[in-house]
């Protein structure tokens, strides 16, 4: 079992960058494919961007292909979602998402990922 707390995430406005985090507990954290998420209001969970357990390959949506960055560090426990160019529409709470298979956090089905953090809300002001 693996625990995910993000931070980083807070009000930018347009063309600004955030750096999110998320923090895993326990030792198995390099087992793990990791992703990133977002749901905006009355909208529903869509996949953003997703790393392998090495790190090695990412996975993005269209919509954020080329301004945000997904890597890790596997000896701190930590994966990252740099994230530039931010545009209102990005704005929504964002979820780190942890899943053994790699299939469930690189744009799968969100409601098969294993482990979630609570979210950390980034708002893009225009």
């Known amino acids: 079992q693996v625990q995910l707390v993000e931070s980083g995430g807070g009000l930018v406005q347009a063309g600004g960058s955030l750096r999110l985090s998320c923090a895993a507990s326990?030792?198995?954290?390099?087992?793990?494919?990791m992703g990133w998420f977002r749901q905006a209001p009355g909208k529903e969970r869509e996949f953003v961007a997703g790393?392998?357990?090495?790190?090695?390959?990412?996975y993005y949506a269209v919509s954020v292909k080329g301004r945000f960055t997904i890597s890790r560090d596997n000896a701190k426990n930590t994966a990252y979602l740099q994230m530039n160019s931010l545009q209102p529409e990005d704005t929504a709470v964002y979820y780190c998402?942890?899943?053994?298979?790699?299939?469930?956090?690189?744009?799968?089905?969100?409601?098969?990922?294993?482990?979630w953090g609570k979210g950390t809300l980034v708002t893009v002001s225009s």
């Open positions: 998402a942890a899943d053994h298979r790699l299939s469930t956090v690189a744009g799968g089905d969100a409601s098969s990922v294993d482990y």
């Open positions: 326990g030792r198995t954290f390099s087992t793990y494919a």
């Open positions: 790393i392998t357990r090495s790190g090695g390959s990412t």
